[in-house]
């Protein structure tokens, strides 16, 4: 097994490039390396990790790391699949530094072992974009059409679209290729804005790569099924089985995938029309569970989803199955919470059309139905009128007379207008420099109530990011890197403190898979056993743990994170407390206490809960 951590660093305005490598052990994957180079160049770096091509399900996720546009921080995004075809390129990392004078393709090839050719070709990304299946998929198209040939086998193509250029949340898109077509089973590096990135700082629109480079890669299954058995009395096979459980079909809910699971398990805890679910009372929201998701939008999805078996990987063997299609779309929770229950949606007809627009532009989707579910509320309010957002119509955002069909079916539409003003700067609306700042700059004209119906998690002088789509204090925490599952997202009440230490031992449970390029749908082993892997094949677990909490403490390093701005923020954590004494019927003296303490005031209450959490996690991950 390779000794070291092989990095293609290509500058893109010069068309320099080398290879460099580093020392396993002073580095371990593409989040510390990423890290380090980072802190060097500001660089966009892409990578897999040191088990890419094994037999070790889940073992080819492909990772990207840099400051975000979007966060303002550094940031670690990843993709499902895309690292199988980078793993043939015979390197770890690539690490793109620069500029191109002009939108480029980025073309990466590497035949039996030569050189790795590198090309850049110059486009209009607008000719593109409008043309075929639009967008993101267009770029995809194109770029397989101009280069496909060139491959020896199958290739990956990484794509943004027009929001990576209007936007601080552009997303980089791609899909499995098979028999010589782009597939419908797209994956996503969405968080933290890293197209927009890609594109706006280094010039670079799309990314194709592949080869025939052939690896010494851990493919030893019988070696691999004595670890397991020694571990859990199983092998890896049975094992992977049962703790992909959730992903491909879960039999107490009669569902599967994290949409399905979801939102079989939610009940009370939906969260629906721009978070003003939290102001219902239960008996609301469990009717709105039952009508509007039990009863229709998961009911759709089970029978159009599960029932068809419409189960697809994302690109690598894997028994999860995760990806769960209708005909071409892809459902996923989050861009179906967001840009569904959240954006006032609760039909899979129209959501579709929504997260299918979204993803056309390249957006973020997650980030998007966030801002959408915001400016819809505000439009429902008369914060906004149509004419300053360049939309036709306002959407219905409350409960009264909802029609299930025509009103989600209006809302859809209205989200898609948004998008569209969005991404060409119609109205008031321009969101170059991020929703926060945008939101900052119209609440000077109208008010601080219309940033008050924002939620998102503050970072930095003008970062943001909205937050995971759980009722939960924890999805808010103060953390370094948020809006991935870097934090704890439980159900359970902590006291702030102790939520603050358990979300600094997610975010190094969360380093542990990233920076070796495995899935975090395998963590049912993969935390445990990872370690104990690297022992086996490198003899390095003590120093790759120590590196991991080392890493966690570097990049905790840069944590700049601010107190809740927006209001919703913390009515969003008290009516959490609220629910869990009246509803979940806790006893646990100290969230009677700080309860009492919200209600009594609620922003001096906030300030002390939001520090708590910071306090739990700046005593857990110090440098030692």
Known sequence: MNSTIRVLQVNVNTSFYRIDRYKLGDFFGPVDLGLHLSGKNN????????????????????IFSGFSPCWGGFYISSMGGAGLEFNNLGINLLSIIGKSATPSILYLNRNHGEEIQVELLPIKPDDIWTAGRQGVYSMMDFTYQEFGDKFGSKPRILATGPAARSTDMGAICSAAIRDNKIT??????????????????????????????????????SVADKWFKDKYDQILAVKDFEATTKYRFDPKFQTGGTLGVNYANISGRLIAFNYKSIYFSEQERLDLHKNFIQDHYLKQFNEETIATKQQKTCGEPCSALC????????????????????????????????????????????????????LMECLDEDLLSPEEVGVSRKPKFDLDNFDLINDSSLNSEVGIELLDSIIQNRGILNFAEGARKFGRKISRQKGKEFLDKFLYIAFARKGWMVPNQYWTPGVLSPMAIMGKYYMYYGNEFFRPRDLGRLAAERFQAELVMDNLGVCRFHRGWAEDMLPEIMDKIYNLK?????????????????????????????????????????????????????????EENKAE?????????HKGIQESLREF
């Open 43 to 62: 660089g966009l770096n892409i990578g897999v990790g040191l088990f890419a091509g094994s037999i070790l399900p889940g073992s080819n996720r492909l």
């Open 184 to 221: 419908n089973v797209d994956t996503w590096a969405g968080r933290g804005g890293l197209g927009s990135k890609l594109f706006q700082e280094h010039g670079i629109v799309a990314i194709i790569y592949g080869g025939t480079h052939l690896e010494e890669d851990f493919r030893d299954r």
């Open 323 to 374: 990806k769960k299609m209708n005909g071409e779309y892809k459902k996923d929770y989050e861009p179906y919470q967001t840009l569904g229950p959240l954006c006032g949606i609760f039909d899979q007809r129209s959501a579709e059309k929504l997260v299918h627009h979204a993803d056309i532009l390249g957006f973020d989707a997650i980030s998007a139905g966030g801002v959408l579910s915001w």
């Open 542 to 598: 003590d120093e790759f743990i120590h590196n991991i909490n080392m890493t966690a403490s570097r990049i905790n390093s840069r944590n700049a994170s601010v107190f809740w701005e927006s209001e919703r923020n913390l009515d969003f954590v008290m009516s959490f407390l609220r629910r869990k004494i009246e509803i979940d019927k806790s006893d646990d003296p100290q969230l009677k206490q700080w309860l009492d303490r919200f």
């Open 605 to 613: 209450a906030g300030l002390d809960f939001w520090y708590e959490i």
